[in-house]
């Protein structure tokens, strides 16, 4: 996912090829240390002496063995990245594309298998130029003018013509080279070196240019001399040679900026700018940066995005206040940020957590200065508080700190983030009730906050206010925090826990607790983990396995008897994802359905109803792609970037799925104990739910 991004900028590609070619990390051994398969397919080793801690192996012959793994290739930097839902993307200056995280659509472009941790390789495309990556597909286009895109393909997305996933990329008939192309949550859309643009995919808001979806470009009549395309979750605006800009697609908030509320299948030329030299779009709003550097803006404005001084919608341009000296602007969903002539950057709009930066809450509908939280590329919440990973892999936290939670080192309530110290080279986090872990992208887990029954791993049993290292030998690559106990995926794909264990939860089979980590039994080729109260559960070869507290039923197997090792739950198959609150569980399935199981008293199983259930039952929703589970409730996120959440948090209760308002186009989803938060596309964080611990980064508090 894009939390993988600060890996792979550390990643060297532009060394010759070595003695041994590595394509995973189970490759790299050696007696009984685990490695990792560096982007130029040479093993490395963990190495404190090195500045990214890890080391090219010695025994190789190639040119780097022995030496430090390089932060930056000089002779082939990283030119471009692209997030896209669950996966990202980067293009080298060589051209060649890496793509790595989700990969249930096959949308990193290397064919059918399981996520990846790491970049791999996208086979058939050469020489890129640019690349964009969708909710869940991915293009590329390389020097001959070529567009080939991979991954799902429900809608048509791809633009071969079909409605069918491709795991290798695949080539987009277009009747000249293409420049530049743009990938929303259903549809593409190509420039092409005449200026005209191309479209193809899902058409529910006009967002295709056209009167109807097609699997195959289709012309967007009536553009010529394009220079520029923004492409979000249901609009779409083109900048022109001329300065103009024009707008199509989802015009009901009046982002199209032509003076109406109406959605527009045809391109409507933004009244007043003429000028424009920069372009981007939000979730319901869009801005143009014009040649005297000045920034106007017009959509929606409840949060004041569009930085006019107001509060109101806008269905034409208005001016940024204070801004006079602009070079770019770019849009978040609710917020819009500008880096100025002196390399500054200022932003303007929703501000309940400080995703502005000045070190309040409060929302600006004019410009203020970043001071610090910015850029980030995950988040993950706990029982009363919530943290998030920056782009240069350090790990922030805000919210209640009572236990020594958010690794600040004092025991305070956090209104801004915090850095934790000593966590910069951070690949993930996980929250629990009251303590955190975190995994460096060495494979080394650290954890700190509330120590009782072992559940920070380090021998100990006692607090500690900054994070302390597990005593854990094998590297990890993924994490999960229950309420009183924590596990951890190695790369051999094995299951390890440690903390309370009275209820089973550390599923080696007995009922006693663990200051450091053990083997979870009968668990092998574990593709995900994840951690409840006092249950845990695990993705393995396509089914959902679980162990531990069952008074509820939350371990599916139709009893309500604890059980101290994994089994699996029956009748639930193809799962690509599970989710665990505080005694239900859930899965979701190939299908886009989501099955839920255990406690039901708040609506937390999504079925309509309040009642437990020991076997799963369908939640009343599909077309999803990713869940979450907090304390009571369930989220999950659809294929268009859309949140719906079910059961009990914060002032809100309801038994079936409900939309939460003003979040098209999240990338990733999580849920703490009464609240959830949402990454979104430009990298600002949004939460909901009870915050009386202000654990939210984003609005102080959504009910919906």
């Known amino acids: 996912m894009i939390r993988a991004l600060v890996l792979a900028l550390a990643l060297g590609g532009c060394l010759r090829a070595p003695s041994f070619r590595c394509d995973e990390d189970r490759q790299c051994v050696s007696g009984t240390m685990n490695g990792f398969c560096e982007a130029n397919r040479v093993c490395s080793f963990s190495d404190p002496a090195c500045p990214l801690q890890r080391r090219y192996a010695r025994i190789s012959d190639d040119s780097v063995a022995g030496q430090c793994v390089a932060p930056v290739c000089a002779r082939d930097p990283v030119e471009e990245i692209a997030g896209g839902d669950a996966h990202a993307c980067l293009r080298r200056h060589s051209g060649s594309v890496w793509c790595w995280g989700r990969n249930d659509a096959a949308q990193l472009g290397a064919g059918p298998g399981p996520a990846r941790a790491t970049p791999v390789a996208v086979s058939e495309v050469a020489g890129a130029i640019t690349i964009a990556a969708g909710v869940a597909h991915t293009c590329a286009v390389d020097g001959a003018g070529v567009v080939r895109c991979w991954g799902e393909n429900a809608a048509g997305q791809l633009g071969d013509g079909s409605l069918v996933r491709r795991s290798l990329p695949v080539a987009v008939a277009l009747p000249l080279p293409a420049v530049e192309v743009a990938a929303g949550a259903v549809s593409t859309c190509a420039r092409t070196r005449d200026g005209a643009v191309w479209c193809w995919g899902g058409n529910g808001e006009g967002q295709l240019g056209g009167p109807a979806a097609s699997p195959a470009p289709v012309v967007v009549a009536g553009l010529t001399g394009v220079v520029q395309l923004a492409l979000r979750a249901r609009h779409a605006c083109a900048r022109l040679a001329t300065g103009a800009v024009w707008c199509w697609g989802a015009g009901g908030a009046g982002q199209l900026g032509d003076g109406s509320l109406a959605n527009r299948a045809a391109p409507a030329a933004v009244a007043e700018v003429v000028d424009a030299t920069d372009i981007t779009a939000g979730a319901l709003h869009s801005c143009a940066r014009r040649a005297d550097g000045t920034v106007w803006c017009w959509g929606w404005n409840n949060a004041g995005e569009l930085g006019d001084g107001a509060m109101v919608t806008r269905a034409l341009p208005r001016p940024v206040k204070i801004l006079f000296d602009a070079v770019a602007v770019r849009a978040g969903d609710h917020h819009t940020c500008a880096r100025r002539a002196d390399e500054s950057v200022w932003c303007w709009g929703s501000n309940g957590g400080g995703q502005l930066g000045d070190g309040t809450t409060l929302s600006f509908n004019v410009p203020v200065e970043v001071a610090s939280f910015s850029g980030a590329v995950g988040v993950t919440g706990g029982g009363a508080f919530s943290c998030g990973l920056k782009r240069d892999g350090s790990v922030w936290c805000w919210g209640d700190d009572h236990f020594g939670q958010l690794g600040s080192g004092a025991s305070l309530v956090r209104l801004v983030p915090t850095p934790v110290p000593t966590l910069a080279g951070m690949a993930s986090v996980a929250a629990g009730a009251a303590h955190t872990c975190a995994r460096r992208l060495t494979g080394q887990t650290l954890c700190w906050g509330a120590g009782q029954g072992g559940r920070l791993g380090d021998g100990s049993g006692v607090d500690r206010p900054s994070p302390v290292e597990v005593r854990l030998t094998p590297a990890?690559?993924?994490?999960?925090?229950?309420?009183?106990?924590?596990?951890?995926?190695?790369?051999?794909?094995?299951?390890?826990?440690?903390?309370?264990?009275?209820?089973?939860?550390?599923?080696?089979?007995?009922?006693?607790?663990?200051?450091?980590?053990?083997?979870?039994?009968?668990?092998?080729?574990?593709?995900?983990?994840?951690?409840?109260?006092?249950?845990?559960?695990?993705?393995?070869?396509?089914?959902?396995?679980?162990?531990?507290?069952?008074g509820a039923g939350q371990l599916g197997d139709g009893s309500h008897a604890n059980r101290g090792t994994p089994a699996a739950v029956a009748g639930v198959d193809g799962v690509q994802g599970v989710a665990t609150g505080a005694a239900h569980s859930c899965a979701l399935v190939r299908d886009g359905k989501v099955l839920c199981w255990g406690e039901g008293s708040a609506g937390q199983l999504g079925d309509g109803g309040a009642l437990s259930h020991d076997r799963p039952i369908p939640a009343a929703i599909d077309g999803i792609v990713e869940i979450a589970a907090g304390t009571a409730h369930t989220c999950a996120r659809d294929g268009a970037g859309r949140v719906w959440c079910w059961g009990r948090w914060g002032e809100t209760t309801t038994d079936r799925p409900l939309p939460i308002s003003g979040l098209a186009g999240t990338l990733a989803l999580t849920a703490g104990g009464g609240h959830a938060c949402a990454l979104r596309g430009e990298g600002g964080i949004m939460c909901w739910g009870a915050n009386e611990r202000l654990r939210c980064s984003s609005r102080s508090s959504q009910h919906s």
């Open 476 to 550: 990890t690559d993924q994490l999960a925090a229950g309420g009183e106990h924590s596990c951890a995926r190695s790369l051999d794909r094995r299951v390890w826990c440690w903390g309370r264990g009275g209820s089973g939860q550390i599923g080696d089979g007995s009922q006693q607790d663990y200051l450091v980590p053990v083997p979870a039994a009968d668990l092998q080729a574990v593709d995900q983990i994840a951690a409840g109260l006092a249950h845990g559960c695990a993705r393995t070869r396509g089914q959902a396995w679980c162990w531990g507290a069952n």
